[in-house]
């Protein structure tokens, strides 16, 4: 069912064996055998993480540290700039940014999360995590834009694991119980006793779930032991790519080469949010003259999501249409929502058809389906905002 | 006197009477997993063997169901429009997707019987 790609051989990330063990289908995806789901199957895992709390491998993503020899932060951050909108210089300690890589058309090379680290003595350091499919050329393009004195590691001896949903907090603070009151978007470094064993975590609390939760970045040799500790929970399901992409559209996230690509911006892609304001006025990124005016004069396409009337799914790639047949757009992301209990969707149309309730047709198997524009997101964000 | 009959594409055939009775086997509701929705044909569409009749969508994907043979849609399950789940419960009883009237029995022979589909799912993995 699955396209190989290729004959290059695919890569195995550290928890590989764990997954054949817990029989996962593995798929190949951006170069790497997968679990695409477990025997409790998309639907089930996706509920599971909305209520309980579910656990990812995401190893295969990109890992790097950039460590300025200056000791100045905004020696990193300055130079980072010139590749992405987002407002790093602003970054205190242990703060976490989701910005975009962009081309010289404003267009998204990548997205990625750039976090400062907050632990003492390596506050001057930046963290990135991008996607695995873009992760070679990403690396290159921040090697080359970083000055002499910042040096690249990109950190292939690292793991990195997600776990989400409401239950998340309660199951990882048993292992460290300061990640309770972190707030949505820090991070935090810290030793994590595990069975007797002494292993060094950097946790985040972020997801891609629309969910509470945290990723965390282990080292390769450590992070089954981890794995195994954290599924041996009785809250804990182990949740695979399936789920991951159901939960995130509902959660109206968008995922690279699908909803955001070279040729849609920030701004057309509702990222406006993650330009940082001091960038929106002064620019000084990749594009940055198309993005200003487009952030000025309003984008000429949108994404949105929609709500297909009926019950069938309109998958990426289903054409738009308007009330009055003219093609406006493009569905780029699209599938059932467990937890909506019926179709989703996110797409590109023109903008004059992006406002919450616009009625559109949807092309599905040569016949005109009803939806609707809708607010994003479907299901409504549960992260965690610290009480006062 | 009822005999069913199977697909390399994994559909079953339930014949009786000239009326064939048309579902997905057990074993493609497994590798599809949770299936979500199903289209069916309208009745009084003809269908030639091998066209695609009916859609099965799962989370992740979209699958066509072909016709075993060629006939006439008598009749599409409706329980299927409420409840697509149904496919994974009861793939080959109650989640039939379609009726077929036959137009030519001969085609039957090109299908396999339940030993020759259980050697082919074996040859498949």
């Not at chain 1, 997205?111 to 350091?125: A, F, I, K, S």
């Not at chain 2, 009326?19 to 057990?26: A, E, R, S």
Request: net charge negative; aromatic share 8%.
């Amino acid at each position: 069912m699955s396209d190989q790609q290729g004959d290059t051989p695919l890569k195995r990330t550290p928890l590989y064996d764990v997954h054949t063990r817990l029989d996962a289908k593995m798929v190949p995806f951006a170069g790497y055998e997968m679990p695409v789901q477990y025997p409790l199957g998309v639907l089930k895992e996706h509920l599971h993480v909305r209520s309980s709390a579910g656990l990812f491998d995401v190893s295969h993503m990109g890992q790097a540290f950039l460590i300025p020899a200056d000791g100045e932060f905004k020696t990193a951050a300055a130079a980072l700039e010139t590749l992405a909108p987002g407002n790093f210089a602003a970054l205190k300690p242990g703060r976490q940014r989701y910005s975009q890589l962009l081309n010289d058309e404003g267009g998204v090379l990548d997205d990625l999360m750039v976090t400062r680290l907050g632990m003492q003595g390596h506050e001057h350091w930046i963290y990135v995590v991008v996607n695995a499919a873009c992760k070679t050329r990403d690396f290159a393009l921040i090697k080359k834009s970083m000055p002499d004195n910042v040096e690249m590691k990109i950190l292939d001896d690292m793991a990195l694991i997600a776990l989400q949903g409401p239950k998340a907090v309660d199951v990882l603070a048993g292992f460290a119980p300061k990640v309770g009151d972190m707030a949505f978007m820090s991070s935090l470094d810290l030793p994590v006793s595990v069975e007797g064993s002494e292993m060094w975590m950097h946790v985040s609390r972020s997801g891609y779930t629309g969910e509470d939760g945290f990723e965390l970045a282990i080292k390769s040799k450590d992070v089954e032991q981890f794995w195994q500790a954290l599924q041996a929970h009785p809250d804990v399901e182990a949740i695979g790519l399936g789920a991951r992409d159901s939960l995130r559209l509902e959660a109206g996230l968008c995922l690279y080469g699908h909803d955001i690509d070279e040729t849609t911006t920030p701004v057309e892609a509702n990222l406006t949010w993650s330009i940082g304001k001091r960038r929106r006025e002064s620019g000084g990124f990749p594009g940055a003259d198309k993005i200003l005016a487009q952030l000025k004069e309003g984008p000429g396409k949108k994404l949105v999501g929609i709500r297909p009337g009926g019950r069938a799914p309109a998958r990426e790639g289903t054409k738009i249409f308007s009330v009055d047949g003219d093609e406006i757009g493009i569905v780029t992301s699209g599938g059932y929502g467990p937890s909506v209990g019926g179709p989703v969707a996110m797409g590109y149309v023109r903008a004059e058809h992006s406002a919450a309730g616009t009625v559109l047709e949807l092309e599905v198997r040569g016949k005109r389906l009803p939806a609707n524009v809708q607010p994003l997101p479907f299901v409504t964000h549960n992260f965690y905002r610290k009480k006062k | 006197m009822s005999k069913t009959y199977y697909t390399k594409e994994h559909e079953w055939i339930m014949v009786e009477d000239g009326i064939g009775t048309i579902g997905i086997t057990d074993h493609a509701q497994e590798q599809l997993g949770d299936i979500v929705f199903v289209e069916l044909p309208e009745p009084g569409l003809d269908v030639e063997q091998g066209d695609e009749a009916c859609v099965v969508e799962s989370v992740k994907a979209a699958s066509e169901v072909y016709a075993p043979i060629s006939g006439e849609v008598v009749e599409a399950n409706e329980a299927l429009a409420e409840n697509a789940a149904l496919v994974n419960e009861s793939a080959e009883a109650d989640a039939w997707f379609i009726k077929i009237k036959l137009s030519n029995a001969d085609e039957l022979e090109e299908l396999m019987d339940k030993a020759g589909y259980a050697e082919f799912v074996e040859s498949e993995s």
